[in-house]
């Protein structure tokens, strides 16, 4: 019996022996039999793959014989073989536009794109890396349909703002959730990103319950492959960049000479000689000059038979087109995975980052490039920058409003700004059951910060914050106490015949002592000292700090099924906790259940050549908003500078609100998915979201001692229709042409606000200051709809501005003209983009358009420089600027600007609609050219593939906007400022950049 034994375990084990063999093969493409590099080959169902190499070899040891085989590559459609007897295994793949086959990352967990039952867009690294920038949003504009992105600084540092499917918050946080490597949160750079997911509709977002209501952007990093060569890759681009100013013209020396010379200006000849004609210092192009930035990046990534790697470094510097401004930033990222057993597998990911950033030290840097007058020369003879806040008017004329000279003051004073950070994840993998998996990830997150504002006493034109002499230093810094996460993923799969189960069970908590925030500041510093001084405690103006604590938890399942390929279901519950909310009310429930037909997989569209791919898709669901500050249900003191009878004392700073819960939307939404022959792909959706209960800080009566206080009150919705269309034009073996084309229509409305008396509508909530712009929030309205004058024109008899009346007619008194709704908003009716990319051989070009249209904006800066004489030493914008303006001279006269008069033509300049201008614009975001050098003579040099690039950023603006630059924020964070105002911004760049890529 034991001799029996002994021969069945070596049998069994020569069988287990001969069952691990080596595979390998070539992968081709099948329209010309080229091979393909960098195709992914996994062994199903496990983490064990390569990626063919350049001429398209790949290679797997110890596979079993019953192993499949998954072979994938972007754009192509999927094959799995099974390995068999088989020893070598050659390939050939088809191109798809849409692979239906693809895994699609959308958080927690991944899913073939022919079972998604929700409104879901990737986009991989190569479609969002076309231009240099260290903002994923500003890579992003206008490649998805429904997500708005604009730009409007061009400040070193500065980010983009996202909002996907309109604004349905007031003054709770308004961006998408980001989610790095499936959990919410993280950092990133944008070269280490693999793939960027957005998920638009709440079949998908509600996994993610309080912090979905905003859409969710889910990032996935690069990682290496088992069984890989190693892979070097370095990048490097190099850029210059200018300022755009699109129309906007200040006036010249003689143009503005002119123009006050009719303004009637008391004893204009004595004070103004002629001369000043001739007199034409430009302060908008000496302010703004070219800047410049440069990028370097190098990552290694790959693999043995258990491990997997990746790391990169970067480095980004921006000089800004202002001087004195620039950001840079460093990072380093790395990402390991090991196998310590066939069902166990451990993952580290940490990323450590680093930024520094030079601000405009003073705003009126900012203010004077705009309206300086050309006759004021901030240098002197001999090229120094002049103190004419310290000159004697006698001696030293000064045409500005102000005193001040920027120039100067830029040789002391600074505002500059910093951080460093650092997340580690560690990840747990259990393959307990060919059906089961377990998953946990830590994640520990460290960060510190810190900004100074240095006035020094050499330059005397700083005097605000009761500074009258000596240096002045304002110091803040957060010192990090530590915070980490944990999330625990229990998933399963499972297949009946045509029956196949999905589930996922869920548990995640988060606690952060906060920061410690301690902030300083101190006048009368000895000079040049730019720290705070200890010597005399009278110089001490003001010293503050503190710590918020937060902590929150999450349980949340989803379930999805499918039959026979057609019918799809998925529904999702979450239950969140959180320390933001008071005491029974800090959980929120969240489901959400979304569905799908697959109707080309039915037998009466099967094998159809016309319509080779339908799919119909809804969801329905609830998710939520907590993006508010911590512990705002309580109430809060101020110690800082408050006494009473002499003895330190608190005074209050905010109203508790014991009731304050959670925000919610319900989110609506049906899409379709289509193929049309093999050249275009579609899919066009339309939503309905409704957000509840907002967490909105409304204003209160002034005799509580405070403006307002945040409430669980009002309701908003936006409802839209989003089209999103992919063809192939040319493909050939030579040849390669796509274009992706999409649009996205947004209606916001205001639906529910708070009133005095139940059953009534509610009050309307004036936004913005009453000497502005205004907007006003009503029930039946746009959120940001314009509510001030309507401005009627010139008067063609006598130059008067005028405005609508109270009864319907017109006016020139400014104070008797109608406040009322204008009709407009800063919401575009629509935006979108198009994307068209050329192959042919080694070459590539690519270009992308974003528009938007249907939105009116503020051009704040026209009060001040458009002022018809209200405020005669600011510089004028010049009327030459192709929109056909023209100034009225006399009777008779169709003009659009009134007559102007010294001291102001009847209030001309004050806010009305008169400054109100179409915000539609097109613009030609990016064109980028690229070549890839032969790889077969790379190969004799050591090197795989290499790649030299030019791009060009914001070439081309079609607009008929008269300011510098119709891209501005087209929401706001609060009721005291107005959403789409323009005013003396940094502007954005036009850019080129040239840049290389090698891999080895």
Same mark, same amino acid.
Request: glycine letters at 10%; aromatic letters at 12%.
């Given at each position: 019996?034991?001799?029996?034994?002994?021969?069945?375990?070596?049998?069994?084990?020569?069988?287990?022996?001969?069952?691990?063999?080596?595979?390998?093969?070539?992968?081709?493409?099948?329209?010309?039999?080229?091979?393909?590099?960098?195709?992914?080959?996994?062994?199903?169902?496990?983490?064990?793959?390569?990626?063919?190499?350049?001429?398209?070899?790949?290679?797997?040891?110890?596979?079993?014989?019953?192993?499949?085989?998954?072979?994938?590559?972007?754009?192509?459609?999927?094959?799995?073989?099974?390995?068999?007897?088989?020893?070598?295994?050659?390939?050939?793949?088809?191109?798809?536009?849409?692979?239906?086959?693809?895994?699609?990352?959308?958080?927690?967990?991944?899913?073939?794109?022919?079972?998604?039952?929700?409104?879901?867009?990737?986009?991989?690294?190569?479609?969002?890396?076309?231009?240099?920038?260290?903002?994923?949003?500003?890579?992003?504009?206008?490649?998805?349909?429904?997500?708005?992105?604009?730009?409007?600084?061009?400040?070193?540092?500065?980010?983009?703002?996202?909002?996907?499917?309109?604004?349905?918050?007031?003054?709770?946080?308004?961006?998408?959730?980001?989610?790095?490597?499936?959990?919410?949160?993280?950092?990133?750079?944008?070269?280490?990103? /693999?793939?960027?997911?957005?998920?638009?509709?709440?079949?998908?977002?509600?996994?993610?319950?309080?912090?979905?209501?905003?859409?969710?952007?889910?990032?996935?990093?690069?990682?290496?492959?088992?069984?890989?060569?190693? /892979?070097?890759?370095?990048?490097?681009?190099?850029?210059?960049?200018?300022?755009?100013?699109?129309?906007?013209?200040?006036?010249?020396?003689?143009?503005?000479?002119?123009?006050?010379?009719?303004?009637?200006?008391?004893?204009?000849?004595?004070?103004?000689?002629? *001369?000043?004609?001739?007199?034409?210092?430009?302060?908008?192009?000496?302010?703004?000059?070219?800047?410049?930035?440069?990028?370097?990046?190098?990552?290694?990534?790959?693999?043995?038979?258990?491990?997997?790697?990746?790391?990169?470094?970067?480095?980004?510097?921006?000089?800004?087109?202002?001087?004195?401004?620039?950001?840079?930033?460093?990072?380093?990222?790395?990402?390991?995975?090991?196998?310590?057993?066939?069902?166990?597998?451990?993952?580290?990911?940490?990323?450590?980052?680093?930024?520094?950033? /030079?601000?405009?030290?003073?705003?009126?840097?900012?203010?004077?490039?705009?309206?300086?007058?050309?006759?004021?020369?901030?240098?002197?003879?001999?090229?120094?920058?002049?103190?004419?806040?310290?000159?004697?008017?006698?001696?030293?004329?000064?045409?500005?409003?102000?005193?001040?000279?920027?120039?100067?003051?830029?040789?002391?004073?600074?505002?500059?700004?910093?951080?460093?950070?650092?997340?580690?994840?560690?990840?747990?993998?259990?393959?307990?059951?060919?059906?089961?998996?377990?998953?946990?990830?830590?994640?520990?997150?460290?960060?510190?910060?810190?900004?100074?504002?240095?006035?020094? *006493?050499?330059?005397?034109?700083?005097?605000?914050?009761?500074?009258?002499?000596?240096?002045?230093?304002?110091?803040?810094?957060?010192?990090?106490?530590?915070?980490?996460?944990?999330?625990?993923?229990?998933?399963?799969?499972?297949?009946?015949?045509?029956?196949?189960?999905?589930?996922?069970?869920?548990?995640?908590?988060?606690?952060?002592?906060?920061?410690?925030?301690?902030?300083?500041?101190?006048?009368?510093?000895?000079?040049?000292?730019?720290?705070?001084?200890?010597?005399?405690?009278?110089?001490?103006?003001?010293?503050?700090?503190?710590?918020?604590?937060?902590?929150?938890?999450?349980?949340?399942?989803?379930?999805?099924?499918?039959?026979?390929?057609?019918?799809?279901?998925?529904?999702?519950?979450?239950?969140?906790?959180?320390?933001?909310?008071?005491?029974?009310?800090?959980?929120?429930?969240?489901?959400?259940?979304?569905?799908?037909?697959?109707?080309?997989?039915?037998?009466?569209?099967?094998?159809?050549?016309?319509?080779?791919?339908?799919?119909?898709?809804?969801?329905?669901?609830?998710?939520?908003?907590?993006?508010?500050?911590?512990?705002?249900?309580?109430?809060?003191?101020?110690?800082?500078?408050?006494?009473?009878?002499?003895?330190?004392?608190?005074?209050?700073?905010?109203?508790?609100?014991?009731?304050?819960?959670?925000?919610?939307?319900?989110?609506?939404?049906?899409?379709?998915?289509?193929?049309?022959?093999?050249?275009?792909?579609?899919?066009?959706?339309?939503?309905?979201?409704?957000?509840?209960?907002?967490?909105?800080?409304?204003?209160?009566?002034?005799?509580?001692?405070?403006?307002?206080?945040?409430?669980?009150?009002?309701?908003?919705?936006?409802?839209?229709?989003?089209?999103?269309?992919?063809?192939?034009?040319?493909?050939?073996?030579?040849?390669?042409?796509?274009?992706?084309?999409?649009?996205?229509?947004?209606?916001?409305?205001?639906?529910?606000?708070?009133?005095?008396?139940?059953?009534?509508?509610?009050?309307?909530?004036?936004?913005?200051?009453?000497?502005?712009?205004?907007?006003?929030?009503?029930?039946?309205?746009?959120?940001?709809?314009?509510?001030?004058?309507?401005?009627?024109?010139?008067?063609?008899?006598?130059?008067?501005?005028?405005?609508?009346?109270?009864?319907?007619?017109?006016?020139?008194?400014?104070?008797?003209?109608?406040?009322?709704?204008?009709?407009?908003?800063?919401?575009?009716?629509?935006?979108?983009?198009?994307?068209?990319?050329?192959?042919?051989?080694?070459?590539?070009?690519?270009?992308?358009?974003?528009?938007?249209?249907?939105?009116?904006?503020?051009?704040?800066?026209?009060?001040?420089?458009?002022?018809?004489?209200?405020?005669?030493?600011?510089?004028?914008?010049?009327?030459?600027?192709?929109?056909?303006?023209?100034?009225?001279?006399?009777?008779?006269?169709?003009?659009?600007?009134?007559?102007?008069?010294?001291?102001?033509?009847?209030?001309?300049?004050?806010?009305?609609?008169?400054?109100?201008?179409?915000?539609?614009?097109?613009?030609?975001?990016?064109?980028?050219?690229?070549?890839?050098?032969?790889?077969?003579?790379?190969?004799?040099?050591?090197?795989?593939?290499?790649?030299?690039?030019?791009?060009?950023?914001?070439?081309?603006?079609?607009?008929?906007?008269?300011?510098?630059?119709?891209?501005?924020?087209? *929401?706001?964070?609060?009721?005291?400022?107005?959403?789409?105002?323009?005013?003396?911004?940094?502007?954005?760049?036009?850019?080129? *950049?040239?840049?290389?890529?090698?891999?080895?």
């Amino acid at each position: 019996m034991q001799r029996k034994l002994t021969c069945l375990l070596i049998l069994l084990f020569s069988l287990g022996t001969y069952a691990q063999v080596t595979v390998r093969g070539v992968v081709r493409f099948t329209d010309d039999a080229q091979p393909l590099p960098g195709v992914n080959v996994v062994v199903k169902s496990t983490t064990i793959g390569t990626v063919t190499d350049v001429n398209g070899n790949y290679s797997l040891s110890n596979i079993s014989e019953d192993a499949t085989l998954v072979f994938s590559f972007m754009g192509f459609i999927t094959i799995e073989e099974t390995v068999g007897n088989r020893r070598t295994i050659d390939v050939t793949l088809s191109e798809e536009v849409l692979n239906i086959n693809e895994l699609v990352v959308i958080g927690y967990t991944a899913v073939a794109r022919s079972q998604l039952t929700s409104s879901v867009v990737t986009l991989h690294s190569e479609a969002i890396t076309d231009n240099i920038t260290h903002d994923l949003g500003s890579m992003l504009q206008g490649k998805v349909a429904g997500l708005m992105i604009t730009n409007s600084s061009g400040a070193p540092g500065s980010s983009a703002e996202m909002r996907i499917r309109g604004v349905g918050t007031i003054t709770a946080g308004q961006s998408p959730l980001i989610v790095v490597d499936g959990i919410p949160g993280g950092t990133y750079d944008p070269n280490d990103v /693999e793939n960027v997911t957005i998920l638009k509709d709440v079949g998908a977002t509600a996994i993610y319950g309080a912090d979905g209501a905003n859409g969710v952007i889910v990032i996935t990093t690069k990682h290496g492959r088992r069984n890989q060569a190693p /892979e070097i890759i370095f990048r490097a681009n190099v850029a210059v960049t200018n300022a755009l100013f699109g129309r906007f013209k200040p006036m010249n020396g003689a143009e503005l000479y002119d123009l006050w010379e009719t303004w009637g200006i008391p004893n204009f000849e004595s004070n103004y000689p002629q *001369s000043l004609r001739e007199e034409n210092y430009d302060w908008l192009n000496n302010t703004f000059k070219q800047g410049n930035a440069q990028e370097y990046y190098a990552s290694v990534r790959g693999g043995t038979q258990n491990t997997s790697y990746m790391t990169s470094v970067n480095h980004f510097n921006q000089k800004g087109t202002m001087p004195g401004t620039s950001y840079r930033r460093n990072n380093i990222r790395m990402n390991f995975n090991v196998q310590v057993a066939p069902t166990f597998d451990v993952s580290i990911r940490m990323n450590m980052r680093e930024n520094k950033t /030079e601000n405009l030290w003073s705003y009126t840097f900012n203010e004077m490039a705009y309206r300086g007058i050309p006759w004021d020369n901030p240098f002197d003879e001999n090229g120094d920058p002049i103190n004419i806040s310290g000159a004697p008017v006698a001696e030293k004329i000064w045409y500005y409003a102000n005193r001040q000279n920027p120039w100067h003051g830029m040789q002391y004073n600074y505002n500059r700004g910093g951080g460093t950070g650092m997340n580690l994840d560690i990840v747990f993998n259990w393959q307990i059951l060919p059906w089961l998996t377990a998953t946990n990830t830590t994640r520990l997150g460290r960060s510190q910060n810190w900004s100074k504002i240095y006035y020094d *006493s050499h330059d005397a034109s700083q005097t605000w914050n009761g500074i009258t002499q000596g240096s002045y230093v304002e110091d803040e810094s957060t010192y990090p106490l530590g915070s980490y996460a944990n999330t625990t993923l229990l998933k399963t799969t499972h297949r009946v015949g045509s029956h196949h189960l999905a589930g996922l069970l869920g548990y995640e908590f988060s606690k952060s002592e906060g920061n410690y925030n301690f902030g300083t500041t101190a006048q009368q510093q000895p000079t040049g000292m730019d720290v705070v001084s200890t010597g005399s405690a009278a110089t001490m103006r003001s010293t503050g700090g503190y710590a918020t604590p937060s902590a929150g938890w999450s349980a949340f399942a989803q379930m999805s099924y499918s039959f026979d390929e057609k019918y799809l279901v998925t529904a999702s519950f979450r239950s969140d906790a959180n320390s933001r909310f008071a005491p029974g009310r800090r959980v929120g429930y969240f489901p959400a259940v979304s569905a799908g037909w697959l109707v080309s997989n039915e037998g009466f569209l099967k094998g159809n050549n016309m319509l080779t791919y339908l799919k119909l898709r809804g969801s329905y669901g609830l998710t939520g908003n907590s993006n508010i500050g911590d512990f705002v249900y309580l109430d809060a003191y101020s110690f800082s500078n408050v006494t009473y009878l002499g003895v330190p004392g608190a005074q209050p700073t905010r109203l508790a609100n014991p009731d304050l819960g959670w925000e919610s939307a319900i989110m609506t939404s049906v899409g379709i998915d289509f193929k049309l022959f093999t050249w275009l792909d579609g899919s066009i959706d339309i939503y309905k979201n409704l957000n509840k209960y907002l967490l909105f800080a409304a204003p209160v009566a002034p005799s509580t001692g405070f403006y307002s206080y945040t409430r669980n009150i009002g309701e908003v919705s936006n409802r839209g229709l989003e089209l999103e269309l992919s063809t192939i034009n040319i493909n050939t073996s030579n040849w390669r042409w796509t274009t992706s084309f999409n649009i996205g229509f947004n209606k916001n409305r205001v639906e529910k606000l708070p009133s005095d008396e139940p059953g009534k509508s509610g009050n309307p909530i004036m936004v913005g200051s009453a000497d502005a712009a205004r907007q006003r929030m009503e029930e039946g309205h746009e959120l940001y709809g314009w509510y001030m004058q309507e401005w009627r024109g010139v008067d063609p008899d006598t130059g008067d501005p005028l405005w609508t009346s109270e009864d319907g007619g017109v006016t020139n008194n400014y104070a008797s003209a109608k406040i009322d709704w204008l009709g407009s908003s800063p919401n575009p009716k629509f935006s979108g983009g198009l994307q068209n990319t050329v192959l042919y051989k080694g070459f590539s070009l690519g270009a992308n358009i974003f528009f938007l249209y249907g939105n009116t904006i503020y051009n704040g800066t026209r009060s001040s420089m458009d002022n018809d004489g209200r405020q005669a030493q600011y510089n004028q914008i010049s009327l030459d600027n192709g929109l056909g303006w023209s100034r009225w001279e006399k009777p008779g006269d169709n003009a659009t600007h009134p007559l102007p008069v010294y001291g102001g033509n009847k209030n001309s300049s004050s806010a009305s609609s008169r400054h109100l201008e179409d915000g539609s614009f097109l613009r030609l975001r990016n064109v980028n050219i690229g070549y890839d050098f032969s790889k077969t003579l790379l190969h004799y040099i050591g090197v795989s593939s290499a790649r030299v690039f030019l791009s060009g950023d914001n070439l081309l603006t079609l607009s008929k906007f008269s300011g510098a630059d119709p891209e501005t924020n087209l *929401s706001s964070s609060g009721i005291n400022n107005v959403a789409g105002s323009v005013n003396y911004i940094y502007p954005v760049n036009r850019t080129f *950049s040239l840049g290389i890529e090698l891999k080895f």
